[in-house]
């Protein structure tokens, strides 16, 4: 992934936080989702006042990109409010990894430099489908 890239992908993350529907929380997250189709597909995170229907950022933009045939994917950007960048959490960190076990992350907050990492690094052991048979 290129600067440009990454510049791109971190500034849609952000746009997409800024349309977050957050009552209970107050905590806003945007992702974007880079396809290998070059795409890029957003998501907010979209409370509920039946605390489990809630969804969050990642799983929107995957969720997204699947429903328009994409299932490949080259890079995630989130972007969370507070004064340090956070990680998703780990129902997304799996649903991600059902698509691209070695997916390039950039965590991202109001303030400072977003924070390189991957997949493999936020979820080492990742269930997969030979965990299955």
Do not use: W
Not at 100 to 115: H, K, Q
Not at 123 to 131: A, G, H, S, T, W
């Amino acid at each position: 992934m290129t600067r440009d890239q990454a510049e791109t992908l971190v500034s849609s993350a952000q746009k997409a936080r800024e349309r977050a529907y957050a009552p209970y929380s107050n905590y806003h997250v945007g992702a974007a989702l880079l396809g290998e189709d070059g795409e890029i597909y957003s998501g907010c995170n979209v409370e509920n006042s039946s605390y489990g229907a809630t969804i969050c950022a990642e799983r929107v933009a995957v969720f997204a990109a699947v429903a328009k045939g994409c299932r490949n994917f080259e890079a995630l950007a989130l972007a969370t409010g507070g004064k340090e960048p956070a990680p998703p959490c780990g129902m997304c960190l799996q649903v991600l990894a059902e698509f691209a076990p070695s997916l390039p992350v950039l965590l991202s907050c109001p303030e400072g430099d977003p924070i390189e990492t991957t997949l493999e690094i936020l979820l080492p052991r990742q269930f997969n489908r030979d965990e299955l048979s």
